[in-house]
């Protein structure tokens, strides 16, 4: 008999998938909102670019995260692209914990999200839908503003922080 979990999947399943996505390279993001004038935010992978017209991205948050329910209450969030020299701020965002992450950590509101300087680009969107998924909750959010930079972005890879180098095409 094969043991499964909760949802009655082969419990060896989770780890295996575990295993597959680390070999996925992910953008590194920070996604932001703010509530009663105090800063909220976590480091997120599972964030994309989902339409051009109009501009809209998805961002996954747990289902229990403290900034999900900021974003439910406030419609609103920005996310942060990090930068290839910024992993520390992604270790610092990934606890858990609220307002606290941001202790020590400078920021500026745009669009009435924080923005993190140095972070290697910026967006701040409106919720337009939410959509349960598992123990997730993906933000489909319409692109106010957009702030591009030249910096590296930070990537996750194989359990890892780096960042993308263009690849030298050879000719034969």
């Not at 998924?133 to 890879?157: F, I, M, N, Q």
């Amino acid at each position: 008999m094969t043991a499964t979990d909760d949802a009655g999947q082969p419990a060896f399943l989770q780890d295996e998938f575990r295993e597959v996505m680390a070999h996925v390279c992910t953008p590194v993001s920070v996604v932001t909102a703010v509530s009663g004038g105090l800063p909220h935010g976590t480091t997120v992978s599972a964030f994309a670019s989902l339409s051009m017209n109009p501009p809209m991205v998805l961002v996954s948050l747990g289902r229990h995260s403290d900034l999900l329910a900021v974003v439910r209450a406030t419609r609103c969030f920005g996310v942060n692209v990090l930068a290839s020299e910024q992993s520390a701020l992604a270790l610092n965002f990934a606890r858990k914990g609220g307002t606290g992450k941001f202790a020590g950590v400078p920021w500026q509101s745009d669009g009435g999200v924080p923005r993190i300087p140095g972070a290697a680009g910026f967006l701040a969107c409106r919720v337009s839908q939410l959509v349960e998924g598992g123990d997730h909750v993906v933000l489909l959010g319409e692109v106010l503003s957009a702030r591009p930079t030249r910096a590296r972005p930070l990537t996750y890879h194989n359990r890892a922080f780096g960042t993308h180098l263009p690849h030298q095409v050879h000719a034969a």
